[in-house]
């Protein structure tokens, strides 16, 4: 939290397999993020045993492409 404002990181992935938990433990360990969103297309072999060793959500993208992920990150920030 910051201020009395609600701080979400959302973080687009494609073969960051193998630095993700260190990511999402170095916004952890600020004190100010209060929920990691971590967007993976269809091609992420292992990403979901990564996230599940932190507290990030996963969102699975079914179409693969960075363009993608942004349009679906434009749907979600309306239902936040």
Not at 57 to 64: A, D, F, H, R
Request: net charge positive; no cysteine.
């Amino acid at each position: 939290m910051w201020g009395k404002k609600t701080v979400a990181v959302i973080i687009p992935v494609s073969k960051e397999k193998n630095s993700l938990v260190e990511v999402i433990q170095d916004f952890d360990s600020t004190g100010y993020v209060d929920e990691i969103l971590v967007v993976a297309d269809n091609s992420n072999l292992g990403i979901e045993e990564q996230i599940k060793k932190t507290r990030a959500k996963l969102i699975k993208q079914k179409v693969s492409g960075f363009l993608n992920k942004f349009q679906k990150l434009e749907k979600l920030e309306h239902t936040l």
